[in-house]
């Protein structure tokens, strides 16, 4: 493996492999995702994280455009050293790479979803898994439509979100940020016996039949019981993983475009996900990120810290050999 030592700052452009981290200054350099090196070039990459930067499909306020930025810039504090609770550079042993962001012809919306797809559809068949972050939350669809297609279907599905995201919608080219996992079930993509969704807090008359840990039971019950919950209905199936931002309650994540009172806290999410350490995680994104919205990047440093949480699951999965690439 190269030595990186001698760089020092611009390490996504200068850096000579896609291994450890860097002690770059925090408020200067080239920001992609933690510092992890810029290239189309996904030979060898265990992971490749992607910005999809669309909203056309909000239903109320947009700017999740601009998510996958935010998110990058609120990295660079993230990265400066080894996350907690793990304790472990995560980059030691898992090769990552920010691919940059997926070009959308946004002056011809029909497009969107086959690009969206074919954007995965390329990644995935390097064998490399996928951290996404959107961009509204339409975009899990194309993107569980590629995951289904590469790791078989139906997948198991852990959601993170105010809303179900279930609502009825059976017109096939609609751009329809709360109907994506209807189209999902009624796909075939996702098992509604063995998917998830928490934090829900908004009234939907059909849940589709997937499991639901409302924000009332995660805040009675704690987030031990909702890992074990979650574990005990995914089992150790392949799982997609997709967290809209507005899971949390909006003093947390004022920066999104349909904030609903009564959710979660960002230490409640970061202890669940940090609880998925047996879970078959085969993709991910985080959405909803807006910063327009958003207030001193609370919001964007949340789905930082997610995300580096997700790296880190990861990446303790491949030191324990559970992760096969």
């Known amino acids: 493996m190269t030595d990186n030592s001698h760089i020092k700052i611009n390490g996504a452009i200068a850096r000579e492999n896609?291994?450890?981290?860097?002690?770059?200054?925090?408020?200067?350099g080239v920001l992609s995702f933690m510092r992890r090196n810029y290239s189309k070039d996904i030979t060898g990459?265990?992971?490749?994280?992607?910005?999809?930067?669309?909203?056309?499909?909000?239903?109320?306020?947009?700017?999740?455009?601009?998510?996958?930025?935010?998110?990058?810039?609120?990295?660079?504090e993230v990265a400066s050293m080894k996350p907690y609770p793990w304790g472990?550079?995560?980059?030691?042993?898992l090769a990552v790479i920010d691919f940059g962001d997926c070009y959308l012809d946004v002056h011809n919306p029909m497009t969107i979803h086959e690009t969206i797809a074919a954007h995965a559809r390329h990644i995935l068949a390097s064998g490399a898994r996928m951290l996404t972050f959107g961009g509204d939350h339409y975009i899990s669809y194309p993107l569980l439509k590629a995951h289904a297609e590469k790791f078989g279907a139906p997948l198991a599905l852990i959601h993170f979100d105010a809303h179900s995201d279930t609502w009825s919608d059976d017109t096939p080219s609609s751009l329809n940020h709360g109907s994506m996992f209807y189209k999902a079930v009624q796909d075939g993509l996702i098992d509604p016996k063995h998917s998830v969704q928490i934090g829900i807090?908004?009234?939907?008359?059909?849940?589709?039949g997937i499991h639901v840990l409302d924000a009332t039971w995660v805040h009675r019950h704690g987030t031990d019981a909702v890992v074990a919950e979650v574990e005990r209905i995914v089992g150790d199936r392949p799982t997609y993983f997709t967290f809209d931002i507005d899971c949390l309650?909006?003093?947390?994540?004022?920066?999104?475009?349909?904030?609903v009172c009564g959710g979660l806290t960002t230490a409640q999410a970061l202890a669940i996900i940090r609880g998925f350490t047996g879970i078959n995680l085969i993709g991910m994104d985080i959405v909803e990120v807006s910063p327009p919205y958003d207030h001193s990047q609370i919001t964007a440093l949340a789905a930082a810290h997610i995300a580096c949480d997700l790296i880190c699951l990861l990446a303790k999965r491949k030191a324990d050999g559970l992760l096969h690439i």
Do not use: C, K
């Open 88 to 93: 472990f550079d995560p980059f030691e042993n």
């Open 249 to 259: 309650d909006p003093a947390y994540a004022p920066g999104t475009g349909t904030p």
């Open 45 to 76: 990459a265990d992971l490749v994280i992607s910005g999809i930067p669309f909203d056309l499909a909000v239903t109320y306020r947009s700017g999740t455009r601009f998510g996958p930025q935010g998110i990058r810039l609120a990295s660079a």
């Open 201 to 208: 807090r908004t009234w939907n008359d059909d849940f589709m």
């Open 18 to 28: 896609p291994y450890a981290m860097l002690r770059e200054p925090t408020f200067s």
